[in-house]
């Protein structure tokens, strides 16, 4: 059932020292559609496929001059997360007026790596830190889409979860982590531009779709719970496929097609971006592995899609080779 988000916690003695916080990044999403919540209440709702070792970090200084000045320049939806957080974390008759936030990620923003989302997860967390308050991530969920008006669910690090991205609740957790994968990601766009998310409205689903959807989130929920890697990566196919129609990956067909060439599992895109990712089995032998991830890697290039980094989803079994790189 939905999680409903907490109200403010209750005043805490200040801290005022400059805090620290990090979040991840995703790379698109496994899954995303409309969903029934506990309630029968149809939901934007997705499931995004985590990308280790990127995402964001934040600094944040308090300081008692008015206003938020964020470094680098431009970053309206953090700079509108620090200010969020300043008066969700200290008491009003003792709150800094301002502060410098500085935010560093290592994605490319506009793409569909959850990169905004990202630089905001980690600009709570470090308002948060100034004041020696660590926020349950209901808060930190609530506090995203209130800066941004859609998040992605990264500040949920420990479980997967189907997230309602308006709404900023967890409409169900589906396990404790994702089967092993090995993903090889792509830019299907190549223009560097990226997509404007909030500028495009909300997909609207046909009634089959919503009961497609039905079946991949049951689907996908007994992926997780028994390590189904070939079982997932069927879902992130048929919900890529569907979403097509709303502005999908360009060569969306060739990765399906060099997916079968190379014993992939599936194809997984960013619904609202231009990353896709052929994804393997990461439990399959390491050396028939990575001879089939050398090979998907040179096919796509001949398409035309330029190859931007391989990772393993976390989880993967020990002595096996992690083929982790990135362009």
Do not use: W
Request: net charge positive.
């Amino acid at each position: 059932m939905p999680h409903p988000l907490g109200a403010p916690g209750p005043p805490v003695a200040p801290v005022r020292r400059t805090g620290h916080g990090r979040a991840p990044a995703h790379h698109g999403e496994i899954l995303q559609g409309v969903f029934e919540d506990a309630g029968g209440r149809l939901r934007h709702g997705l499931v995004t496929l985590p990308m280790p070792g990127h995402g964001s970090r934040a600094s944040f200084t308090p300081h008692d001059a008015p206003g938020v000045t964020v470094e680098p320049a431009g970053l309206a939806k953090s700079t509108a997360a620090a200010e969020l957080a300043l008066r969700h974390v200290f008491p009003a008759d003792d709150r800094p007026r301002g502060g410098v936030l500085r935010v560093a990620h290592d994605v490319t923003p506009a793409v569909g790596l959850g990169s905004s989302t990202s630089d905001v997860v980690a600009t709570i967390r470090a308002v948060a830190d100034c004041a020696g308050v660590r926020l349950p991530e209901a808060a930190v969920a609530r506090l995203a889409v209130a800066a941004e008006r859609a998040s992605d669910p990264i500040m949920v690090e420990d479980r997967v979860v189907l997230f309602a991205q308006r709404d900023g609740v967890v409409v169900e957790t589906l396990g404790p982590r994702l089967p092993p994968l090995v993903v090889v990601g792509v830019d299907t766009d190549g223009s560097g531009l990226g997509i404007d998310t909030l500028s495009r409205p909300p997909a609207r689903y046909e009634a089959g779709e919503v009961a497609a959807f039905r079946v991949l989130r049951a689907a996908l929920r007994q992926a997780v719970l028994s390590g189904d890697a070939a079982l997932l990566g069927r879902v992130a196919t048929a919900s890529s496929r569907v979403n097509q129609r709303f502005g999908g990956a360009a060569g969306f067909a060739e990765l399906v097609e060099v997916c079968r060439a190379v014993g992939g599992v599936g194809v997984q895109v960013a619904h609202s971006g231009t990353v896709a990712g052929v994804l393997f089995d990461g439990t399959a032998p390491a050396a028939d592995l990575a001879e089939r991830v050398d090979r998907c890697e040179r096919l796509l290039a001949r398409r035309g899609l330029a190859h931007r980094v391989t990772f393993a989803t976390p989880g993967r079994p020990h002595g096996h080779r992690n083929p982790a790189s990135a362009s």
